[in-house]
């Protein structure tokens, strides 16, 4: 897999976080396999082509509420280690 390009976007807020001990992340990652895809890709978002796609990569892990709000450094490093999902 090459190296992922991070899209850093807002935070879109709802409301103020439950002060739950633990809440629940879940990272999604769908690599393009090569570089030369990413015109097209953005081309067709609507109708994206699946073989133009690496295989779907999921990482999950639990956090405290203090922890708020989640930084894409940690998400990146986590999903780079491999972390169960």
């Keep these: ?49 699946m073989p133009r796609l690496g295989p779907t990569k999921f990482t999950k892990w639990n956090f405290l509420c203090s922890a708020l709000p989640l930084g894409w450094e940690e998400a990146m490093q986590r999903s780079k280690k491999g972390e169960p999902s």
Aim: hydrophobic share 45%; with cysteine; proline share 10%.
């Design 1 to 49: 897999m090459g190296k992922a390009i991070a899209i850093d976007s807002p935070w879109i807020r709802f409301g103020l976080p439950d002060k739950s001990p633990e809440y629940f992340a879940l990272l999604y990652c769908r690599p393009l396999n090569k570089y030369r895809a990413i015109p097209g890709f953005l081309r067709f978002a609507s109708q994206i082509q």
